[in-house]
């Protein structure tokens, strides 16, 4: 059953399926580009809802993904979040924000860690290929954050303290986040600001060396939107968001010399959203993006430059049994980076040269309702400023059989194709180290990288005694063969006609990634369980294993509600059977695992409180191992403790 | 190195007169300062700038005066004043016929490497330059070399004079049958020897190569199966010249790949003892025959050069380490570098490449003379 505008509220209260009328059930735009109930997208989506997400969060999505079976998060060198899906690194990842892309800091992914939780409605996981909906980098899945978009008056301010215990830095070392949630209605525009501040002082395995472990940080972020309701409709908003991020953290002694060398990063990041929308009928929404970086060694710092614009058409049509989703989109990347001069009076070195490019793009995709079946098909075509055309198209199919009231079984199948294109600093990075023998160039005559993905997943749903009751049991099995990957290769020609070792950004690395998720949730009213385990295989053209990857995962939640409308979460996280690098010269600990407890409770409508423990057992990285080249796949994690309080005025 | 000037007291009385009367003058005493120079050894000089990776300079830098001389590259390479100059990681010395500057390593904090030749992380990352001021301080004149044992900068030619033997006492000339020599040129390898030769006066008069060829654009991993190649030099006019893809002799307007020049002596006409490779090719010596072919994805770590190639003496000992703890920097051994200029000894610790901010390339070093009087 499909959910346009017109019978969405009826959707939520009326609908006489029992297996569709569950509490758990949300309502998820990720697999189609429309409003659709979570059991009945023809494609697999999970969700974590806002009041999950401020359980589990610190203020940012760094972290909080982890709760979804099947993501495997990981901090990067920048101190970053990302995520792997599905065997794919964060690069093949898309992160959206209201189904728009957002700007990935340069040299790295997009980084959860650089988007506030505070607005947020609920983020939506899919899993698998979706280029035909959302373009490039959609090859392992997409996370598409949904901000909040109706919103009763209302105005909240919370307050939140942490500390990382034996690995504070400082024994009296206080982490702090303030959050203030306002909406309001003025003379009929629906307006709300959020407004939050993070200050965390990163913490120290080790304090009586010089570096430290995990960076301090300042961040700010600031959200304000307005939108209005008109006749037939038809609905203006408008968004700003603002964020900066301040980091600091010492790295080195500098040899020969008392100073020391820190890794600093400063961040500020601007986004304008304008959208315009008839119900679900057509909506046209631009955003633009500007993105501005100094980060690097102390001793090697960079500016960047990022901008991002797009404008995003997209017009759905209903026919009967069948709904057709179509769209354009234009998009335009630009990047200017330049390594800041080393003396006064001279002038940096400029790495990416005020590099932009360009795309056209456009898809179709079409829903066939055939009884409680579901068929979908699409295509995109892209036209890039560099490479010119490119395509992709799948289909996916659904099949629902209810056998009872209670019972339902669903089997999901999908093909798909799926493609990544080259970023700028690909094409035109230019990073001199000659002094010291090497240099990395970008290419510009690089083209997609593209994979071909399948997914077939069996779903289990049975409604047990009650409405509020119910088991999910899923099989998902998936395959994905990749190719083309862009890897940095020795450029034999140039390292012989320069002396250097110089290496370039070539398509050379093909993959091959298949895997296994299993699901169970049980959620009998107050205790909700949820078991998942995921297998996963990946290698490269050689049949070598891809490095960085977990082959098992397994992950746990147990929420209970408690008396007195106190609210307890314990979720746990097990990986192992990762594969080292070629650079790295042995294992150190290749599993590792982290238990987190929280708990919550409204005191009144006005009070709330919520405390916990993240990685209980402090497990994390040996920072000599690393240090010694060995793979450690521990987190760079510390065991913090947290307690927050916030009062809602109305 | 540093001078200073300090006054010592010293008295001069000078005595105005004789006797006791109270009415006597007193005394006058008159404090004269003389000079003495005392010499500060350790101090550390700099640090200097020796610019970016993709703006790189020079520092020239006289030890008799301990200053920097403003030097543009072509005026340095006539300035015989400088002694050493650093260039980002690169150190050279004079080669100036008035200013030959020569350089021994010493044994000072060799253990800063195991018996494998391997860095000890641990030793480069807790040296400091005040650590390491005693061990600078002990060097001194005992520790100079011999004349023979100092190394200079300069220029060779890959394969040149080192594909023959020259027996001093007998005075024959035999082929270095056991060095080979590995080129690189027109996207193919050849592994080549001198088998034979003979010589009439003093010039080559016959040669024989053997060679072994590897076509890269063939798809050929390994060298092939050795053939020779017999070269008459008796008839030298313009230079001898082979093409190793056509396993021939050409003309010097082919695309040849080795070189002999004609050399003419007493009327005898034949090659001179040396042997060059074209300007576009490279070439390497393999003095085990370990090369069994070349792979072309990783050339680059073979060590190909060029027919001429500068020899610098800090390449065999360099100063630092890099990257040992993950940082992409350089890391001082504070190994003792004894300097012998036209004029004077000295002795050199490297013991900074970075800035008090950690912007790289720019040297601090302590240096000091050794007195042989």
Redesign the interface.
């Given at each position: 059953m499909k959910l346009t505008p017109l019978v969405l509220s009826l959707a939520f209260c009326c609908m006489v399926d029992v297996a569709r009328s569950s509490t758990m059930e949300q309502i998820v735009v990720t697999g189609t580009r429309s409003t659709i109930s979570q059991s009945q997208s023809p494609v697999s989506i999970d969700v974590i809802s806002a009041v999950q997400l401020q359980k589990l969060s610190h203020g940012t999505l760094a972290g909080a993904l982890n709760y979804i079976p099947g993501v495997v998060a990981k901090r990067n060198a920048k101190d970053g979040y990302t995520v792997q899906m599905q065997g794919f690194d964060e690069n093949h990842v898309l992160i959206l924000l209201d189904s728009q892309p957002l700007i990935s800091p340069t040299g790295s992914a997009v980084d959860l860690d650089q988007i506030g939780v505070v607005d947020i409605e609920r983020i939506e996981v899919l899993r698998g290929a979706a280029s035909v909906l959302y373009g490039s980098s959609a090859m392992g899945g997409v996370i598409n954050i949904i901000s909040r978009k109706q919103s009763k008056d209302h105005l909240k301010v919370k307050y939140q303290s942490s500390s990382y215990t034996n690995n504070n830095i400082d024994s009296a070392d206080v982490g702090q986040q303030l959050q203030l949630d306002a909406s309001q209605n003025i003379l009929g525009w629906q307006s709300s600001l959020s407004l939050q501040k993070i200050d965390d002082p990163g913490f120290d395995y080790d304090t009586k060396t010089v570096s430290q472990s995990a960076p301090s940080t300042d961040k700010h972020f600031v959200n304000l939107r307005l939108s209005k309701q008109f006749e037939d409709s038809l609905e203006l908003s408008l968004k700003a968001r603002y964020f900066s991020d301040d980091k600091q953290k010492q790295?080195?002694v500098?040899?020969?010399?008392?100073?020391?060398?820190s890794y600093l990063s400063q961040v500020e990041q601007w986004q304008y959203d304008l959208g315009l929308n008839q119900g679900e009928f057509w909506r046209v929404q631009g955003r633009y993006l500007n993105h501005q970086e100094t980060s690097g060694?102390?001793?090697?710092l960079r500016d960047a430059d990022i901008k991002l614009a797009e404008i995003d058409s997209q017009y759905l049509w209903n026919i009967s049994e069948i709904e057709l989703v179509s769209g354009f989109v234009l998009h335009r990347d630009e990047l200017y980076q330049v390594k800041q001069?080393?003396?006064e009076g001279?002038s940096g070195?400029v790495e990416i040269d005020d590099k932009a490019r360009d795309s056209i793009e456009g898809y179709s995709q079409l829903s066939w309702q055939i009884a409680d079946h579901e068929v979908l098909a699409g295509i995109r075509a892209q036209h890039d400023s560099e490479f010119g055309w490119h395509s992709a198209a799948r289909v996916n199919v659904l099949f629902s059989f209810v056998e009872t009231q209670q019972q339902q079984w669903q089997l999901r199948m999908g093909v798909g194709q799926s493609y990544r294109v080259p970023t700028l600093k690909e094409r035109f990075y230019i990073f001199?180290?000659?002094?010291?023998g090497y240099m990395v160039l970008g290419n510009d005559q690089l083209k997609p990288e593209t994979a071909v993905s399948t997914n077939l997943e069996a779903t289990y749903l049975n409604q047990l005694n009650s409405s509020k009751q119910q088991l999910s049991l899923s099989v998902n099995a998936h395959y994905a063969r990749a190719k083309d990957f862009i890897e940095t290769v020795?450029d034999?020609d140039a390292?012989?006609a320069s002396g250097?070792?110089?290496s370039r950004y070539s398509n050379v690395e093909q993959a091959v990634m298949k895997g296994l998720d299993l699901s169970a949730k049980l959620s009998l009213g107050k205790v909700n369980y949820q078991l998942s385990y995921s297998y996963l295989h990946a290698t490269d053209h050689s049949g070598e294993h891809l490095s960085d990857r977990p082959t098992h995962q397994i992950k746990a939640n147990l929420d209970w509600q408690f008396p007195f409308d106190i609210h307890g979460l314990i979720y746990l996280v097990y990986e192992n059977g990762s594969y080292p690098t070629e650079q790295q010269v042995g294992v150190e600990k290749d599993a590792w695992s982290s238990l987190n407890l929280s708990l919550s409770q409204s005191l009144n409508k006005n009070w709330h409180w919520i405390a916990g423990v993240d990685n209980v057992f402090d497990n994390h990285q040996n920072t000599d191992a690393i240090?010694a080249g060995l793979l450690d796949v521990r987190p760079l994690s510390s065991r913090r403790v947290f307690a927050g309080i916030s009062y809602q005025f109305y | 190195m540093k001078k200073y000037t300090i006054p010592a007291l010293s008295l001069l009385a000078i005595m105005s007169g004789c006797g006791s009367s109270s009415s006597d003058p007193v005394d006058e005493i008159e404090v004269i300062p003389e000079v003495e120079e005392v010499v500060e050894e350790g101090v550390i000089f700099g640090p200097f700038s020796t610019g970016t990776s993709s703006e790189p300079k020079s520092v020239y830098f006289d030890l008799e005066t301990g200053a920097v001389l403003e030097l543009t590259d072509e005026a340095a390479a006539t300035d015989s004043q400088w002694d050493i100059a650093f260039k980002r990681t690169e150190v050279s010395l004079n080669t100036h016929t008035d200013n030959t500057v020569g350089t021994y390593f010493s044994t000072i904090n060799s253990d800063f490497y195991d018996d494998a030749g391997n860095a000890i992380s641990d030793m480069f990352l807790n040296a400091t330059a005040d650590a390491e001021l005693d061990n600078y301080l002990a060097v001194g004149v005992i520790d100079l070399p011999t004349e023979d044992d100092y190394s200079y900068d300069s220029e060779e030619y890959i394969v040149g004079d080192k594909f023959y033997n020259y027996d001093l006492t007998t005075h024959q000339v035999s082929a270095a049958d056991d060095v080979y020599f590995v080129v690189s040129s027109d996207n193919a390898y050849t592994k080549f020897r001198a088998k034979s030769l003979t010589t009439s006066g003093r010039t080559l008069a016959t040669i024989t190569l053997g060679i072994q060829h590897q076509s890269a654009l063939d798809g050929e991993t390994e060298f092939a199966e050795e053939f020779e190649l017999e070269l008459d030099a008796v008839s030298c006019d313009t230079g001898i010249y082979v093409d190793f893809d056509l396993a021939e002799p050409v003309s010097q307007d082919d695309a040849w790949d080795i070189q002999l020049p004609c050399l003419t002596d007493s009327g005898v006409t034949g090659a001179d003892f040396q042997i060059f490779i074209a300007d576009e090719a490279s070439a390497l010596v393999d003095t085990t025959n370990s090369y069994l072919g070349v792979d072309s994805e990783a050339e680059q770590y073979y060590g190909f050069k060029s027919n001429l190639t500068e020899v610098k003496a800090f390449t065999a000992n360099p100063w630092y380490q890099y990257n040992l703890n993950d940082g992409h920097l350089l890391w001082s051994q504070y190994g003792v570098y004894l300097i012998k200029t036209n004029t004077a000894n000295y002795k050199l610790q490297v013991t900074s490449y970075y800035d008090e901010s950690g912007i790289s390339g720019n040297y601090s070093f302590r240096f000091d003379a050794i007195s042989t009087d």
């Amino acid at each position: 059953m499909k959910l346009t505008p017109l019978v969405l509220s009826l959707a939520f209260c009326c609908m006489v399926d029992v297996a569709r009328s569950s509490t758990m059930e949300q309502i998820v735009v990720t697999g189609t580009r429309s409003t659709i109930s979570q059991s009945q997208s023809p494609v697999s989506i999970d969700v974590i809802s806002a009041v999950q997400l401020q359980k589990l969060s610190h203020g940012t999505l760094a972290g909080a993904l982890n709760y979804i079976p099947g993501v495997v998060a990981k901090r990067n060198a920048k101190d970053g979040y990302t995520v792997q899906m599905q065997g794919f690194d964060e690069n093949h990842v898309l992160i959206l924000l209201d189904s728009q892309p957002l700007i990935s800091p340069t040299g790295s992914a997009v980084d959860l860690d650089q988007i506030g939780v505070v607005d947020i409605e609920r983020i939506e996981v899919l899993r698998g290929a979706a280029s035909v909906l959302y373009g490039s980098s959609a090859m392992g899945g997409v996370i598409n954050i949904i901000s909040r978009k109706q919103s009763k008056d209302h105005l909240k301010v919370k307050y939140q303290s942490s500390s990382y215990t034996n690995n504070n830095i400082d024994s009296a070392d206080v982490g702090q986040q303030l959050q203030l949630d306002a909406s309001q209605n003025i003379l009929g525009w629906q307006s709300s600001l959020s407004l939050q501040k993070i200050d965390d002082p990163g913490f120290d395995y080790d304090t009586k060396t010089v570096s430290q472990s995990a960076p301090s940080t300042d961040k700010h972020f600031v959200n304000l939107r307005l939108s209005k309701q008109f006749e037939d409709s038809l609905e203006l908003s408008l968004k700003a968001r603002y964020f900066s991020d301040d980091k600091q953290k010492q790295r080195y002694v500098i040899p020969g010399q008392a100073g020391e060398i820190s890794y600093l990063s400063q961040v500020e990041q601007w986004q304008y959203d304008l959208g315009l929308n008839q119900g679900e009928f057509w909506r046209v929404q631009g955003r633009y993006l500007n993105h501005q970086e100094t980060s690097g060694d102390s001793n090697s710092l960079r500016d960047a430059d990022i901008k991002l614009a797009e404008i995003d058409s997209q017009y759905l049509w209903n026919i009967s049994e069948i709904e057709l989703v179509s769209g354009f989109v234009l998009h335009r990347d630009e990047l200017y980076q330049v390594k800041q001069a080393s003396e006064e009076g001279t002038s940096g070195t400029v790495e990416i040269d005020d590099k932009a490019r360009d795309s056209i793009e456009g898809y179709s995709q079409l829903s066939w309702q055939i009884a409680d079946h579901e068929v979908l098909a699409g295509i995109r075509a892209q036209h890039d400023s560099e490479f010119g055309w490119h395509s992709a198209a799948r289909v996916n199919v659904l099949f629902s059989f209810v056998e009872t009231q209670q019972q339902q079984w669903q089997l999901r199948m999908g093909v798909g194709q799926s493609y990544r294109v080259p970023t700028l600093k690909e094409r035109f990075y230019i990073f001199d180290h000659s002094n010291l023998g090497y240099m990395v160039l970008g290419n510009d005559q690089l083209k997609p990288e593209t994979a071909v993905s399948t997914n077939l997943e069996a779903t289990y749903l049975n409604q047990l005694n009650s409405s509020k009751q119910q088991l999910s049991l899923s099989v998902n099995a998936h395959y994905a063969r990749a190719k083309d990957f862009i890897e940095t290769v020795t450029d034999v020609d140039a390292s012989a006609a320069s002396g250097l070792l110089i290496s370039r950004y070539s398509n050379v690395e093909q993959a091959v990634m298949k895997g296994l998720d299993l699901s169970a949730k049980l959620s009998l009213g107050k205790v909700n369980y949820q078991l998942s385990y995921s297998y996963l295989h990946a290698t490269d053209h050689s049949g070598e294993h891809l490095s960085d990857r977990p082959t098992h995962q397994i992950k746990a939640n147990l929420d209970w509600q408690f008396p007195f409308d106190i609210h307890g979460l314990i979720y746990l996280v097990y990986e192992n059977g990762s594969y080292p690098t070629e650079q790295q010269v042995g294992v150190e600990k290749d599993a590792w695992s982290s238990l987190n407890l929280s708990l919550s409770q409204s005191l009144n409508k006005n009070w709330h409180w919520i405390a916990g423990v993240d990685n209980v057992f402090d497990n994390h990285q040996n920072t000599d191992a690393i240090a010694a080249g060995l793979l450690d796949v521990r987190p760079l994690s510390s065991r913090r403790v947290f307690a927050g309080i916030s009062y809602q005025f109305y | 190195m540093k001078k200073y000037t300090i006054p010592a007291l010293s008295l001069l009385a000078i005595m105005s007169g004789c006797g006791s009367s109270s009415s006597d003058p007193v005394d006058e005493i008159e404090v004269i300062p003389e000079v003495e120079e005392v010499v500060e050894e350790g101090v550390i000089f700099g640090p200097f700038s020796t610019g970016t990776s993709s703006e790189p300079k020079s520092v020239y830098f006289d030890l008799e005066t301990g200053a920097v001389l403003e030097l543009t590259d072509e005026a340095a390479a006539t300035d015989s004043q400088w002694d050493i100059a650093f260039k980002r990681t690169e150190v050279s010395l004079n080669t100036h016929t008035d200013n030959t500057v020569g350089t021994y390593f010493s044994t000072i904090n060799s253990d800063f490497y195991d018996d494998a030749g391997n860095a000890i992380s641990d030793m480069f990352l807790n040296a400091t330059a005040d650590a390491e001021l005693d061990n600078y301080l002990a060097v001194g004149v005992i520790d100079l070399p011999t004349e023979d044992d100092y190394s200079y900068d300069s220029e060779e030619y890959i394969v040149g004079d080192k594909f023959y033997n020259y027996d001093l006492t007998t005075h024959q000339v035999s082929a270095a049958d056991d060095v080979y020599f590995v080129v690189s040129s027109d996207n193919a390898y050849t592994k080549f020897r001198a088998k034979s030769l003979t010589t009439s006066g003093r010039t080559l008069a016959t040669i024989t190569l053997g060679i072994q060829h590897q076509s890269a654009l063939d798809g050929e991993t390994e060298f092939a199966e050795e053939f020779e190649l017999e070269l008459d030099a008796v008839s030298c006019d313009t230079g001898i010249y082979v093409d190793f893809d056509l396993a021939e002799p050409v003309s010097q307007d082919d695309a040849w790949d080795i070189q002999l020049p004609c050399l003419t002596d007493s009327g005898v006409t034949g090659a001179d003892f040396q042997i060059f490779i074209a300007d576009e090719a490279s070439a390497l010596v393999d003095t085990t025959n370990s090369y069994l072919g070349v792979d072309s994805e990783a050339e680059q770590y073979y060590g190909f050069k060029s027919n001429l190639t500068e020899v610098k003496a800090f390449t065999a000992n360099p100063w630092y380490q890099y990257n040992l703890n993950d940082g992409h920097l350089l890391w001082s051994q504070y190994g003792v570098y004894l300097i012998k200029t036209n004029t004077a000894n000295y002795k050199l610790q490297v013991t900074s490449y970075y800035d008090e901010s950690g912007i790289s390339g720019n040297y601090s070093f302590r240096f000091d003379a050794i007195s042989t009087d």
